[in-house]
């Protein structure tokens, strides 16, 4: 038995899209994100894509996100627009606006650039953040309406975070010098902190202007990444709510740089770009 898969990347985030009818049985989904996703001894990932036709007729499609470590996320910026390019670029979709279905609800793109060789823009709206301590989740005596330079002890070190959920929960952590923190240890550290009973993601956010802010990102089952949507969307509301920037701003990554609007509405919109990079054929073994 083989399946046939597309891999694509946003900003450097990479994720590999698979249509769900190739698949005798979802219960091993995450086991194969697992296998596939090892870049020594798999086709190397920061996560799998796997589409369908949706049942929910608020929905065009339906798209399920798996982590490396097998875990299943409820949202990725990057991986669902991922899945988004894959649908446009095997032209089972054509339409300039897209409903997918993910397990955070259902989120609209609309495509924005097809230059006709695999390289895709869409605006895409990733929801509306949640700010009480509840919705993240994080662990705090008492309940907090929002968490914003809150002081979480880290290992006997107290950071100041700023924590939200974007679809998934996300620690902010603002800083003045990339290098001067040993951001690697931290992410980590953090991620699996008691505090945060789901996990979390880790986003280390450098305020350089009111416009512009820049990151390093820890991320949730997948581990140091060059760029994420929910993250930097995540980012660039956390730096907005303690007013350090507008509402409509650019994000840089070392992947590359998206401009997300916190619009008035309280949805979140992210612009950025899609591309693939090859298809393949996985080889199972019985």
């Known amino acids: 038995m083989s399946l046939n898969f597309i891999k694509f990347h946003g900003f450097g985030n990479d994720y590999i899209v698979i249509d769900a009818n190739q698949f005798p049985d979802l219960n091993g989904l995450g086991e194969f994100a697992r296998r596939i996703c090892n870049r020594h001894y798999g086709a190397g990932a920061d996560g799998i894509a796997v589409v369908s036709p949706s049942q929910d007729q608020a929905a065009d499609f339906q798209v399920r996100i798996f982590n490396p470590d097998g875990s299943e996320a409820a949202l990725s910026g990057n ?3 991922c899945a988004a390019a894959y649908l446009h670029y095997q032209q089972l979709w054509q339409a300039e606006q897209l409903r997918l279905s993910t397990r955070a609800g259902v989120k ?11 390289r895709f823009v869409f605006d895409s709206e990733l929801g509306q953040p949640k700010f009480n301590s509840a ?3 994080m662990l705090t005596d008492p309940e907090l309406d929002q968490v914003v330079d809150y002081e979480l002890d880290v290992a ?3 950071l100041k975070v700023t924590a939200l959920q974007m679809g998934n ?3 902010c952590l603002f800083v003045d010098d990339f290098a001067a923190l040993d951001w690697r240890r931290i992410g980590p550290a953090i991620e699996n902190h008691r505090q945060f009973p789901d996990r979390t993601n ?4 450098r305020v350089k202007d009111r416009k512009n802010i820049e990151l390093r990102i820890w991320e949730r089952g997948v581990g140091e990444t060059t760029a994420s949507g929910t993250c930097s969307c995540a980012a660039a509301v956390a730096a907005m709510v303690k007013k350090e920037t507008e509402r409509a701003i650019e994000v840089e990554m070392p992947g590359g740089n998206a401009k997300i609007h916190w619009r008035d509405d309280g949805e979140v919109v992210i612009n950025g770009t899609a591309e693939v990079i090859y298809a393949g054929q996985w080889l199972t073994v019985p």
């Not at 609309?110 to 230059?115: A, F, P, Q």
């Not at 880790?202 to 956010?205: R, T």
């Open 202 to 205: 880790v986003v280390f956010v």
């Open 79 to 81: 991986g669902t627009r």
């Open 108 to 118: 609209r793109y609309v495509l924005r650039e097809n230059d006709g060789h695999g």
């Open 135 to 137: 919705s993240i989740p």
């Open 156 to 158: 006997g070190e107290v």
């Open 169 to 171: 929960p996300n620690c």
